[in-house]
């Protein structure tokens, strides 16, 4: 039996309605997205930056 927390208090999956059910799996799916957007904007930052430094070495010098 798994338990969550929610506002302190404790809850037995087993327990919960299947709508609370369904939520829980929900937010934990919403969870996981922002983990997976989080990484993904890190990536596309480090790309961002890569883009920056080769467009300052591709500019002319005597600018």
Known sequence: MA????DDK???TDDLS??????LTNMRLCD???TQIRR????????RN???AALKSALP???
Do not use: C
């Not at 338990?3 to 929610?6: A, G, Q, R, S």
């Open 40 to 47: 993904d904007a890190a990536i596309t930052q480090t790309a």
């Open 32 to 34: 996981e997205r922002l």
């Open 18 to 23: 299947s709508d609370a059910k369904d939520n």
């Open 3 to 6: 338990k969550i927390k929610i």
């Open 10 to 12: 404790e809850y037995e």
């Open 50 to 52: 890569a883009y920056a």
């Open 61 to 63: 010098k005597d600018a």
